[in-house]
């Protein structure tokens, strides 16, 4: 009887020893496949990251142009207001040099009238 119960704790130490190098083994091949998750995670962090940072470059870019259009357009719009008045002033200015054309028209006209009228005098 004393010789079986040291056997018997040997078989249930080899089984236990076999156990736990069973669970050592699952727990080394899940470690392993954790590290290969974690690689793969990785390469994609760093992938989406590169993508992260086009895409703030070209946000940068796409602001820059986006300025220098409103700037572009808010000169534009100066420059058309200034035009707008000069082309009011020249309008105001057209209508007196047309009123003046007609008043120097009807001035000619009273001239060659009265030229005509004296030249009438004159052959009498």
Excluded at 77 to 99: D, F, P, Y
């Amino acid at each position: 009887m004393a010789l079986v119960i040291p056997l018997t704790l040997t078989g249930c130490n080899m089984t236990e020893s076999a156990r736990l190098k069973a669970a050592l083994e699952k727990t080394k091949s899940e470690r392993d496949d954790l590290r290969l998750r974690i690689t793969v995670v990785t390469q994609t962090r760093d992938h989406l990251q590169e993508q992260v940072n086009e895409l703030a470059q070209s946000r940068d870019q796409l602001q820059k142009q986006v300025d220098e259009l409103t700037q572009s357009r808010d000169t534009a719009v100066a420059e058309a207001r200034k035009s707008q008045e000069e082309i009011g002033k020249l309008a105001v200015q057209l209508q007196t040099e047309v009123k003046t054309v007609r008043e120097l028209q009807d001035q000619q006209t009273q001239v060659l009238i009265a030229i005509a009228e004296l030249q009438n005098k004159l052959k009498s």
